[in-house]
């Protein structure tokens, strides 16, 4: 009996479990940014409007606003579907240690709230209220957007670090919330988080106007909704840099196996080489660049120190390997890259008070919207897959929290027919909006009679 | 009072304004399904769009709250729901996905064909969404979902009598619902050809869902004896005479047209189902389960009570002015055009 849980819990419903929530959480994540650092840009191309005059702001922070209206629609849905697969897909994490993380979770509501109210009065009321009450209708938004992102990932933290319960036979008997939600792998996912959503929405706007501006839209409207998302994105790229490397030490006191299978290392030594790129084969790490002793300078300040590898760790509770050091190289790559683009920006900037001519520096921002959109999913799949097999680290296996009722794959299926058809339908929209010329009143208004209605 | 029966007390209020709002937004998305043709359902398209927009999503965050606080504060009844009844959620978050989206997309689409598309994927879900979600209080009512994981039959658990006629009823209340606010909603905007339209609408939706309650009633005599005895006889006795007025009031209302009064009647006639049902079951949650055995621990209540009274600081005036803001008399859309760039 207990076998026969054990082999369906390994089974293809246990895999598709998984893919599900993967697929739902990496298309909610890149709606999520834009929740999260779209308010702000808008407001303050509202501001920028509305202090100079300067109509191309304000034409801007309509077309932002409008493009606002889908992505909240489609977040909240997206997320919606989340808070349901929590319970569908992981009940055995739900029903022990849902209580755990209901902190975070009830002030992520209150957040949401906060966030659905305001985007209503902010979008529809644009034309009813003066401008400066519209712009402070808009700070609520800001506020709750990097609320919620806080909140969420601080609950995801904790399964990384779970912390603040005791259990006995089974039960949960005695939870400090705010040390469950305040636990050790909070403060740096937190910042990594919300920096990468400013990240991620200033490089795909601006990408969107460098792509406009290659084909010869050079006015001032296209250089400013190149130039406002791409300063912001700019300026916090060396930041999320620095989190970045704070996260690694992190994961190295506290996480040392997942660390291993970043780095793709397979003994326990001192002085430890860092490898770049590499595949494992039977066991082994090949093909590798070795910089010597760099990850034991890495990651203790000291060339000689002691790093943990898989080996600490029997094979059936190690990460898959290839899977996470890849994920790995790519963000760290894709944030180096980035950072080339954005010191370019930033020298030229200074030296001019003009952003580069030259159509390359263009074509770099052209990708950098796709290219950060990768390092956020690599990110992610690097704290993800990187805590298997665990869903709750060195507490609960993922196998003995899914669901155990057959069929998951049919739901597994459907979701994704429902997810590519929502993906296309997205593009499909925000694709007609970029091209529509003029520009409502009240960025949700039209909808009565400017329509020629169905 | 103990925390737990707070926390299922605001877990219960939560679901409440959940059914009255979210299921006004659904019964919307009903009516635009049977406006009629593309041209001649045109207005009553029209009045539902613009009452639902800057709306639904703050009405939709209901759901979430309800979520998450069943998982807060009665995680094994959270797993046990979610983990039989996952074929019927499923179904309902697809839907939620289809017609949030949808009604979106369909705003800010401009040609004949993409609004088609749209409307009818939002009116559709709004069939839908609410009768699944109605199977599954069906399911809980019926006592067919047991403790533990998977623990019940992944289809009879909400393919069966009580669980058909409660979603049958979720589409005919939120239908019901929304006829009686598009009627109010109507007059406010100075068309009174369509609060007629609507107000009979309201009329023919109430005496239908009349009907069906009183056949569910005899439905969950047989399929769930136990709630039935309770409704009729017991502590929830009060709650469903208090419907069943409300209701019969809201009729009489509708019909000497006070849309504004009908709107409270209306709400109270089906929160009061919703209390009675709840009282009717307590304490226990699920088959065996009391809300004691299945309650979080008191810190974790105590921790998620307590923000969320600090929340409600903010969040009674933020919605108390959107709803204000938007049900404000105002100039109909059409004049405002004039300006637009
Ligand atoms: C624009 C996106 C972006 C960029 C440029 C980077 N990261 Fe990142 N990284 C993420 C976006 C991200 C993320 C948002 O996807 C993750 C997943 C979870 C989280 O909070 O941040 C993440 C996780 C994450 C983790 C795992 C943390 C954990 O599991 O506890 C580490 C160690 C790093 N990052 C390290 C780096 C380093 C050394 C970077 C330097 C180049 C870097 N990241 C750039
Ligand atoms: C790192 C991960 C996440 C971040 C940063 C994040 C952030 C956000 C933000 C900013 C929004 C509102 C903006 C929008 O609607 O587009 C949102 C919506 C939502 N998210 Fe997420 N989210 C994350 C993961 C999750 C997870 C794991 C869940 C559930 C378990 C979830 C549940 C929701 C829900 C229910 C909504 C809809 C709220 C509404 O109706 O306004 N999110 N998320
Ligand atoms: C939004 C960004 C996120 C992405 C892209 C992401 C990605 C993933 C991936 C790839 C998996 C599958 C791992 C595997 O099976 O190998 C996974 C699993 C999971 N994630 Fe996340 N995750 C995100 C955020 C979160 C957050 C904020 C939470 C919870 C608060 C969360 C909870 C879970 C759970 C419960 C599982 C399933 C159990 C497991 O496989 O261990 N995730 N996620």
């Given at each position: 009996?207990?076998?026969?849980?054990?082999?369906?819990?390994?089974?293809?419903?246990?895999?598709?479990?998984?893919?599900?929530?993967?697929?739902?959480?990496?298309?909610?994540?890149?709606?999520?940014?834009?929740?999260?650092?779209?308010?702000?840009?808008?407001?303050?191309?509202?501001?920028?409007?509305?202090?100079?005059?300067?109509?191309?702001?304000?034409?801007?922070?309509?077309?932002?606003?409008?493009?606002?209206?889908?992505?909240?629609?489609?977040?909240?849905?997206?997320?919606?579907?989340?808070?349901?697969?929590?319970?569908?897909?992981?009940?055995?994490?739900?029903?022990?240690?849902?209580?755990?993380?209901?902190?975070?979770?009830?002030?992520?509501?209150?957040?949401?709230?906060?966030?659905?109210?305001?985007?209503?009065?902010?979008?529809?009321?644009?034309?009813?209220?003066?401008?400066?009450?519209?712009?402070?209708?808009?700070?609520?938004?800001?506020?709750?957007?990097?609320?919620?992102?806080?909140?969420?990932?601080?609950?995801?933290a904790w399964m990384q670090r779970?912390?603040?319960?005791?259990?006995?036979?089974?039960?949960?008997?005695?939870?400090?919330?705010?040390?469950?939600?305040?636990?050790?792998?909070?403060?740096?996912?937190?910042?990594?988080?919300?920096?990468?959503?400013?990240?991620?929405?200033?490089?795909?706007?601006?990408?969107?106007?460098?792509?406009?501006?290659?084909?010869?839209?050079?006015?001032?409207?296209?250089?400013?909704?190149?130039?406002?998302?791409?300063?912001?994105?700019?300026?916090?790229?060396?930041?999320?840099?620095?989190?970045?490397?704070?996260?690694?030490?992190?994961?190295?006191?506290?996480?040392?196996?997942?660390?291993?299978?970043?780095?793709?290392?397979?003994?326990?030594?001192?002085?430890?080489?860092?490898?770049?790129?590499?595949?494992?084969?039977?066991?082994?790490?090949?093909?590798?660049?070795?910089?010597?002793?760099?990850?034991?300078?890495?990651?203790?300040?000291?060339?000689?120190?002691?790093?943990?590898?898989?080996?600490?760790?029997?094979?059936?509770?190690?990460?898959?390997?290839?899977?996470?050091?890849?994920?790995?190289?790519?963000?760290?790559?894709?944030?180096?890259?980035?950072?080339?683009?954005?010191?370019?920006?930033?020298?030229?900037?200074?030296?001019?008070?003009?952003?580069?001519?030259?159509?390359?520096?263009?074509?770099?921002?052209?990708?950098?919207?796709?290219?950060?959109?990768?390092?956020?999913?690599?990110?992610?799949?690097?704290?993800?897959?990187?805590?298997?097999?665990?869903?709750?680290?060195?507490?609960?296996?993922?196998?003995?929290?899914?669901?155990?009722?057959?069929?998951?794959?049919?739901?597994?299926?459907?979701?994704?027919?429902?997810?590519?058809?929502?993906?296309?339908?997205?593009?499909?929209?925000?694709?007609?909006?970029?091209?529509?010329?003029?520009?409502?009143?009240?960025?949700?208004?039209?909808?009565?009679?400017?329509?020629?209605?169905? | 009072?103990?925390?737990?029966?707070?926390?299922?007390?605001?877990?219960?209020?939560?679901?409440?304004?959940?059914?009255?709002?979210?299921?006004?937004?659904?019964?919307?998305?009903?009516?635009?399904?049977?406006?009629?043709?593309?041209?001649?359902?045109?207005?009553?398209?029209?009045?539902?769009?613009?009452?639902?927009?800057?709306?639904?999503?703050?009405?939709?965050?209901?759901?979430?709250?309800?979520?998450?606080?069943?998982?807060?504060?009665?995680?094994?009844?959270?797993?046990?729901?979610?983990?039989?009844?996952?074929?019927?959620?499923?179904?309902?978050?697809?839907?939620?996905?289809?017609?949030?989206?949808?009604?979106?997309?369909?705003?800010?689409?401009?040609?004949?064909?993409?609004?088609?598309?749209?409307?009818?994927?939002?009116?559709?879900?709004?069939?839908?969404?609410?009768?699944?979600?109605?199977?599954?209080?069906?399911?809980?009512?019926?006592?067919?979902?047991?403790?533990?994981?998977?623990?019940?039959?992944?289809?009879?658990?909400?393919?069966?009598?009580?669980?058909?006629?409660?979603?049958?009823?979720?589409?005919?209340?939120?239908?019901?619902?929304?006829?009686?606010?598009?009627?109010?909603?109507?007059?406010?905007?100075?068309?009174?050809?369509?609060?007629?339209?609507?107000?009979?609408?309201?009329?023919?939706?109430?005496?239908?869902?009349?009907?069906?309650?009183?056949a569910g009633l005899a439905v969950?005599?047989?399929?769930?004896?136990?709630?039935?005895?309770?409704?009729?006889?017991?502590?929830?006795?009060?709650?469903?005479?208090?419907?069943?007025?409300?209701?019969?009031?809201?009729?009489?209302?509708?019909?000497?047209?006070?849309?504004?009064?009908?709107?409270?009647?209306?709400?109270?006639?089906?929160?009061?189902?919703?209390?009675?049902?709840?009282v009717g079951q307590y304490p226990?949650?699920?088959?065996?389960?009391?809300?004691?055995?299945?309650?979080?621990?008191?810190?974790?209540?105590?921790?998620?009570?307590?923000?969320?009274?600090?929340?409600?600081?903010?969040?009674?005036?933020?919605?108390?002015?959107?709803?204000?803001?938007?049900?404000?008399?105002?100039?109909?859309?059409?004049?405002?055009?004039?300006?637009?760039?």
């Open positions: 009996m207990i076998a026969g849980v054990v082999a369906a819990a390994d089974g293809p419903d246990f895999l598709a479990a998984r893919m599900q929530m993967a697929l739902s959480l990496g298309w909610h994540i890149i709606v999520a940014c834009f929740g999260v650092g779209m308010p702000a840009m808008t407001l303050f191309a509202e501001w920028r409007g509305h202090r100079t005059g300067d109509l191309h702001y304000a034409l801007l922070a309509r077309r932002w606003a409008r493009a606002m209206g889908v992505l909240f629609a489609v977040g909240a849905v997206s997320g919606t579907i989340l808070s349901f697969e929590m319970g569908l897909l992981w009940p055995g994490l739900m029903g022990v240690y849902g209580e755990v993380i209901g902190l975070p979770f009830s002030l992520e509501g209150i957040a949401f709230f906060i966030e659905a109210i305001f985007v209503g009065v902010y979008l529809y009321a644009w034309d009813r209220l003066p401008p400066r009450a519209h712009m402070l209708t808009g700070i609520p938004i800001v506020v709750a957007g990097v609320a919620s992102a806080f909140f969420v990932v601080s609950a995801n779970p912390t603040g319960f005791q259990v006995s036979g089974g039960r949960i008997v005695d939870v400090d919330p705010w040390a469950a939600m305040f636990n050790p792998a909070t403060p740096h996912l937190t910042v990594h988080m919300i920096l990468a959503a400013f990240m991620v929405t200033g490089f795909v706007m601006a990408s969107v106007y460098a792509v406009a501006m290659l084909r010869g839209r050079r006015d001032r409207y296209h250089r400013l909704g190149l130039l406002v998302p791409l300063a912001i994105a700019a300026a916090v790229t060396p930041v999320q840099i620095g989190v970045g490397d704070w996260a690694a030490h992190s994961v190295a006191d506290g996480q040392p196996v997942k660390l291993a299978a970043m780095e793709g290392l397979f003994r326990t030594g001192r002085g430890v080489p860092l490898h770049l790129g590499g595949i494992v084969l039977k066991g082994e790490l090949r093909y590798a660049l070795e910089i010597p002793k760099a990850l034991s300078l890495l990651t203790h300040w000291d060339p000689d120190a002691e790093v943990i590898g898989l080996d600490a760790v029997p094979p059936q509770d190690r990460p898959p390997v290839n899977v996470v050091h890849w994920a790995f190289q790519v963000m760290v790559a894709v944030g180096f890259a980035l950072l080339a683009l954005s010191i370019w920006l930033g020298v030229v900037w200074w030296r001019r008070r003009d952003p580069p001519r030259s159509r390359w520096f263009l074509r770099a921002v052209a990708v950098s919207g796709v290219a950060s959109v990768l390092a956020l999913e690599s990110g992610w799949i690097v704290t993800e897959v990187g805590r298997q097999p665990w869903v709750v680290y060195g507490v609960l296996r993922s196998a003995a929290a899914v669901n155990p009722a057959p069929g998951l794959v049919w739901g597994f299926v459907l979701v994704t027919v429902v997810y590519t058809v929502l993906t296309i339908a997205t593009v499909y929209v925000l694709r007609r909006l970029a091209a529509d010329q003029p520009v409502p009143v009240a960025p949700q208004e039209r909808d009565v009679t400017s329509f020629r209605i169905v | 009072m103990p925390l737990p029966e707070i926390m299922l007390g605001v877990l219960w209020v939560g679901l409440t304004a959940y059914v009255l709002f979210g299921g006004a937004d659904f019964g919307g998305g009903v009516w635009d399904l049977l406006a009629g043709r593309a041209e001649g359902g045109r207005p009553r398209r029209d009045l539902i769009e613009h009452s639902i927009g800057p709306v639904w999503e703050a009405n939709h965050v209901w759901l979430i709250f309800v979520i998450v606080l069943m998982w807060t504060g009665i995680p094994p009844v959270f797993a046990a729901l979610s983990s039989t009844l996952y074929i019927p959620l499923t179904l309902a978050a697809l839907g939620i996905i289809a017609r949030g989206a949808a009604f979106a997309f369909r705003k800010v689409s401009t040609e004949l064909p993409q609004r088609r598309l749209f409307g009818a994927a939002f009116a559709f879900s709004s069939v839908a969404t609410p009768f699944f979600l109605g199977t599954v209080a069906g399911a809980i009512a019926s006592r067919r979902v047991p403790a533990g994981i998977a623990k019940g039959d992944l289809v009879t658990s909400w393919v069966n009598p009580t669980s058909v006629v409660a979603g049958v009823m979720a589409v005919g209340t939120a239908a019901y619902l929304a006829a009686v606010f598009l009627t109010r909603d109507a007059q406010r905007v100075g068309d009174e050809r369509l609060a007629e339209d609507f107000r009979r609408r309201a009329l023919g939706c109430g005496i239908v869902v009349g009907v069906l309650s009183a969950l005599a047989w399929d769930a004896p136990r709630l039935f005895a309770e409704l009729t006889s017991g502590r929830a006795l009060p709650l469903l005479v208090l419907s069943v007025a409300a209701g019969l009031l809201s009729l009489v209302l509708l019909w000497r047209r006070a849309y504004v009064a009908v709107r409270l009647t209306a709400a109270l006639a089906v929160a009061g189902l919703l209390w009675g049902w709840g226990e949650l699920l088959p065996g389960v009391t809300l004691r055995d299945a309650a979080a621990t008191d810190s974790v209540l105590a921790a998620s009570l307590g923000a969320l009274a600090v929340g409600a600081l903010l969040l009674v005036p933020s919605l108390w002015w959107l709803y204000a803001t938007f049900q404000r008399e105002h100039t109909a859309p059409a004049a405002r055009e004039h300006d637009r760039r």
